[in-house]
């Protein structure tokens, strides 16, 4: 049937979702499968986080029956990218349908719960969903298989431990061997009740593939759905899907501007509604892989998984030279984006790319390949890539069909490498790619031709013509190196500020990656001559980049004693059943809600300028699009137009500080209609000059509040009795929290008085009602605030949720009706703020090994509003010398007033900034300085409890530290471009909120006639574990089993005036007053315990009832002598301190600044732990969040303030490839904590700064590359020590070719904040 352009009537589309078959005429092509199955079929399931195939939150399974191979195919997509119009006779299956708690859970989802693989759980669906359909197409996968399946998923919370500890019971084989956990673990010392296991797999339900849901009979039976074309019409954009080439040719000669579309990879990511599109999935004519003797024929619309499997097939078959291009593009396909985008994105659409950094144009333009193409009227071609027309040609003109590619096999002496640097290991766009081939002739060692291909230079991949041009006749030896160099000098020059950054780090890049092709084909030829490697053997590491092992976990805990009842859950590894409905998709977070059906969606509008008067603004045009029905500015607001303090408006009014402010809302009926139209308000400014960096502020002394001097001691005297004084800088950048679930909230007005009903994704209720309540004019009292759970939070949803809420609640109070807001994730990291940006500069006088006097001074990017800032200050300050004795002190704490959304509490809230800091000032002199119990702190703080030399002692003997630190010079000494680095840090948090009125809690505890349970507290359950505790706490004091308690909800109707969830001490002061108010309620009980005592729980509640005794109480909870002066900052400030050390052993690259973490060992000290599986889940989760602090989460921010670093393409959380390749957490045995409930400490932030062990261990290696280089001074690592940073570190004659611009001379593309 041919596709009608003309056809009134749009295709019909049919599909099946979780075996159910959908029949739907109306589907607009601009829907997402997402948007259709969380909105059109309510399966909530299916989480949407960042909108651009970066995270996996949306993973879902499509199947479809390959009649060729007569198989059915099963793939994962992202289904935030993928256009409804593709699932056209597929079968979606969802987290919904493979399992649910009712009907029994499917492995996977059981697995991964039980394992503790699922924290806050919005990213548990997507990674069950990728595990799901890794099963469905081997049952048995290797853990290498597992662990690569998981890399377009992103977790922020658990650190992927747990995860792939769960998930590897369904490998064949098991790294841990003996000590698999398959085989019960090992129990380390039976006598020290020290135990490995969290989880039992023998209890786990046996994979059994024949159980899964089945394939639909129809899809397998009929063709049909193949061969139609379709035609979608939509709001802004007409879809079409010809099948095959005459009809993909007429329509584009009717539109010609149409834009072709297969993976949608490409095109989606430009966010641009084009009129006309035409997929080109289904032309027979573009697909299909075919090898010859010749080379391989690449059908343009096949998909990179489908090439990938081709070439694995074809290099079994082809004599070894003929592989070398196969392999080189085999190792690019691994290293480009993730499975789920693989499996849709085509080879056509890559090197079609019309912007950014293309993986396969760069290597197939060093291959020399044919593109064959035809024009719209018809006219074939073939153009030989780089010789007769450039990519920019290439992917500019738009009347160019591409049909297939031909990639020529190389010859006997071709050789071929490629080699991709990017900021993560995975799932990363290049900065620079580079694919190198040369032709030597033959039996001699010289060039007879050569093609140098890079990528990330310029807007296009580009060849280095005048290097391939001059090298030719030369001969394959060390001296061309330098020759080379010189060449490629000329040939990539970019100037200092050029798009993308980073310029002096791609220049050397090039001349590094062209090095290790030296190096490479030195020794490939003289083995394929049969000569002995010309390479001599400490070089021999230049010439290939770091290998990764699957990654392996070992974890050591107490068990509880052996008189604890069995029912008594405190001690033990239990989970809930909320956390097994995170892995069947049935917890609800804030989206999931069902909408109200009067329900309106706020887009905010934003202000795109930093620092500026507003002079106008007119929705006039916004107010006339689809869906839109009011507009809401300042003077909407009844109240209070500011929150918290007098510096930032919930709406700006005459002035914007910071570009993504809110300007004012547009309420529409969809989510999609508010936020088009909220962009297409106009809004005119009058630019003021804007202040952005800490340095700006310097200059311009914008700052908060007066500076904040501490002084402990004598300095002067402390100097004076240095042997040496150590003067230094250190720059700690900002982390963007990146939960999962962006900032979120639902306001419904009621319909008596004025009240309003606020679902908040908050982590301070207290906070968002009182704010809402000051906006709204009312009394807090008319205002609930409630909330489930939230996916992610780690500080970030303290404060600004509460902005958040106010806003959405005004919104809500003008129209009468409920105003849902989401942020999309380019907007919630365009305009929440970020953790403090952070510049250090100190002086420590040293006398041997003791530190005799610290001078620091510190300064906060604070942001266009201080918030927390004077709390950071203060915190800061009394973190200053981490867990070093520091006699005499001087610290001097400034924050900058600056044109930036205002910096939040981030997990870790400036104490990570003082370890890292400390660590790498003091970290020579360690040991010797560290804290004893009672030593007291420089602010009068007695330390009890204190445990930091327990955790380094064994922290140091159970890494093998000594050992270790030996084998790791042997190893430095051998190789010239491969370094390891090895490093023991220590951690020390007081936990307590420094605002002392904040380190108090409430609870509420309901028993009902049935026996059962319902508890609220004040804090919010984020994936910290808090319900469990709060139940397992219960659990111990009603002595009941857990099973019979449940927490529905936090809410400021059950528990008033709670206190922000944070700090770390939120178990702490919310299990305090749960255990308060379950005694009230057993000692209300004891008069029928006694007069029954062989009755149980139901029947002694049941009495109660009767005799009409109250069944319901409170709880409160104040943290005892906490007594300190917050102008002094003298005084018992903390509870205790939670201690920790760790040890980190990495290995890097030298030639690019890639690194990997080879191995991390961490002793804390959680006190008795409540439940062993949260606590070591924290720590692993903190840690890995540490590492993309101090590694790869760069915020990225242009000299006028505008974010860069909007979702996962631009920002590096780290990824399960990312993580410690050997990774070992202890906790610390025999150290109960009076101090806590039972015994406990607060564990979920300190973890965190142990991360600076891998910094510097990273330090570390660096130092010893510096020394090759004859450079044995100490010297200046910023963080994060991305892998840029790392390689400029490490000096050598390449980095010399290009010294670093010097700041000042000109703009940069983005700035140090
Ligand atoms: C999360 C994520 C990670 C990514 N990581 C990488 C990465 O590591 N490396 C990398 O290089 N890219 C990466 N990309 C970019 C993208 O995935 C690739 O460019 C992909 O190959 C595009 O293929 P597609 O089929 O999805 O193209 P589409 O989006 O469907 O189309 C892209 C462009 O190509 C044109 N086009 C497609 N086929 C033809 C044809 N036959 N003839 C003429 N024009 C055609 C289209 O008109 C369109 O302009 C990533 C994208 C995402 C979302
Ligand atoms: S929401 Fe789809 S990949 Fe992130
Ligand atoms: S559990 Fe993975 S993001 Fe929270």
New binding site residues.
Partial sequence: MAVSTNRVQPSVLVFYVNGKKITDDGVDPETTLLQYLRVKLRLTGTKLSCG???CGACTVMLSRYDKASNNIKHMTVMAC?YPMGEVHGMAVTTVEGIGSLGQGMHPVQERIAKAHGSQCGFCTPGMVMSMYCLLKNNPTPSEEQVERELEGNLCRCTGYRPILDGFKTFAKECPMGENCCQRGGTEANEDERISTKLFNPKEFTPYDPSQDPIFPPELQRTETYDKESLRLVGERVMWYRPLNLEELLALKTKFPDA???????????SKIAFPVLIS?SRISE?SGVRVSDEGIRVG??TT?SELDESLQEARKTLPDYKTRVIDALLKSLS????HQ?RN???????V???HG????QTVLLAAGVTLTMVTSAGKRKSVVIGEDTTCEELATDTD???LDIFIPHPGKHEYFHVSKESLRRT????IVISAIKVTLREDTDEIKSISLSYGGISAFSVLAKIAMKSAVGRVWEERLVSDMCQWLREDISLSPGSSGGMTEYRQILASSLFFRFYLTVADQHCRYVGKQSGVPPSQQSGSCGLKRDPSSGLVFHEEVSPGQPVEDPIGRSVVMPFTLTHATGESVFLDDIPPYSNELHLGRVMSTKAHAKILNIDPTEALKMPGVVEFVTYKDVPGKNYWLNLEEELFASVEVTVQGQTIAAILADTHEHAVRAARAVKVEYEELEAVITIEDAIKANSFYFPKKVFVDGDIEAGFREADHVIEKEMRIGGQEHYYMETQSCLAVPQTEYRQMEVISATQFHALAQMVTAEALAVPSNYVICKSKRLGGAFGGKILRSAAHAAITAVAANKCGRPVRCVLDRDEDMASTGTRHPFLAKYKVGISGTRITALDMEFYCNAGNASLSSGGFIDKSILHTCNTFKVPNIRVTGYACKTNITSCNPMRAFACVQMVLASEDFFGLVHEENMYREGDVTPSGQVLKHYNVRKCWKQCYDTSDYLERSRAVEIFNSENRWKKRGIAMTTTNQGISNTDTSANQAGALVQVYKDGSVLLAHGGSEMGQGLNNKMIQIASRVLRIPYSRIHISSTSTETVPNSSPSGASITADVNGMAVKAACETIMDRLDTFTQENPNGNWTDWVMAAYKARVSLSATGFYRTPDLNYNTDTLHGEVFNYFTTGAACSEVEIDCLTGEYQILRTDIVMDVGSSLNPAVDIGQIQGAFVQGCGLMLTEQLKITPDGKVLTRGP?SYKVPTVRDIPQEFKVSLLKGTPNPRAVYSSKGIGEPPVALAASVFLAIKDAIMSARFDSGLSENFQLDSPATIDKIRLACTDRFTKEFPIAEPGTFKPWFVDL
């Fill in positions: 651009e195939g970066g990218m834009k072709l579309v297969r993976g949608n990879t490409g095109l989606g990511l080109i573009l343009s619309a990179l290293r480009f984006a993730n985008i849709v994105a085509s080879i056509g659409g890559n079609l790319k019309a950094v293309s993986d396969l160019l069909i591409l799932n990363d766009s290049a393409f």
